[in-house]
């Protein structure tokens, strides 16, 4: 019964979405329109004020660039601060941690005018680039590696293997779940963000799929069987995503560093 009610939104969307606009704000309700008007997709496809499949390679770009980004520093971060000792390395956690407690407005506007000096407003540069680090990610992988048995790691140095070698060798290969799960949390933050784009992608050929929901909702003659159509073709990379990965996710939860 739960589940069925998750799943209201989602009907809503197709319902909407593959229905006429007067079927829409009529004052009877219909489970089905009578017609399915599948020629919607195509006029969501072909708009010239909205580009919603160039939003839609962006979105990805982005999506993809930062995800990759935040898994090679943040668990490489992690991974020196769980396990590199040296003499300021606890400063050097708490300082990670106290970025954390800054609120993301307070930080807003100096990265908006870092980004608009270096000349990457309606660039992906300036969407992509800021979010490549997250200090969230690099408290859980360090974490997660104190727990990871440093016999497997000790192993693999007396085998000969550098520092490096152990983490990509030994250390990686036994913590696929736990990457899965930090890679399904970034993407699924990096596709929903709205803000930043809506302010660094000025121009519609830089926008992300949110920014383009937003230019359907917002027009002056605001089409709403697109909307809820182009809404629920958003969805569909997220909830693919997740389908894809949700076993790596399970055995990131039940899983310590060794597989089964």
């Known amino acids: 019964m739960a589940a069925a009610l998750f799943l209201v939104p989602f009907y809503l969307l197709l319902r909407n979405g593959l229905a006429s606009r007067a079927e829409i704000t009529a004052p009877g309700w219909t489970f089905f329109p009578s017609t399915l008007h599948w020629e919607n997709l195509s006029e969501l496809f072909s708009l010239t004020d909205v580009p919603f499949a160039r939003s839609l390679l962006n979105s990805l770009v982005v999506a993809v660039l930062q995800t990759l980004g935040v898994l090679l520093l943040s668990s490489l971060a992690g ?27 307070v930080t807003f ?78 993407a699924i933050g990096s596709w929903n963000a709205f803000l930043w784009p809506l302010v ?13 929901l937003s230019g359907l909702l917002t027009a002056q003659n605001p089409q709403l069987n697109l909307l809820f159509l182009a809404a629920a073709v958003s969805i569909l990379p997220i909830v693919l995503l997740f389908a894809f990965l949700q076993r790596y996710l399970v055995r990131g939860v039940t899983e310590s560093g060794l597989r089964g």
């Open 200 to 212: 660094i992608a000025q121009s519609p050929d830089s926008w992300t799929v949110q920014v383009a």
């Open 79 to 105: 991974y020196g601060l769980a396990r590199i000792r040296y003499r300021h390395s606890r400063i050097v956690f708490y300082a990670v941690l106290a970025t954390l407690m800054i609120p993301t407005s």
């Open 109 to 186: 506007v100096p990265s908006f005018v870092v980004v608009s000096t270096l000349g990457w407003l309606s660039d992906l540069r300036g969407l992509v680039v800021p979010g490549l680090f997250s200090a969230f990610s690099v408290f859980l992988f360090r974490q997660y590696f104190l727990d990871f048995p440093k016999e497997l790691e000790d192993a693999g140095r007396v085998d000969g293997l550098s520092r490096w070698g152990v983490f990509w060798r030994i250390v990686f290969p036994n913590s696929k779940g736990f990457f899965a799960a930090i890679a399904v949390i970034t």
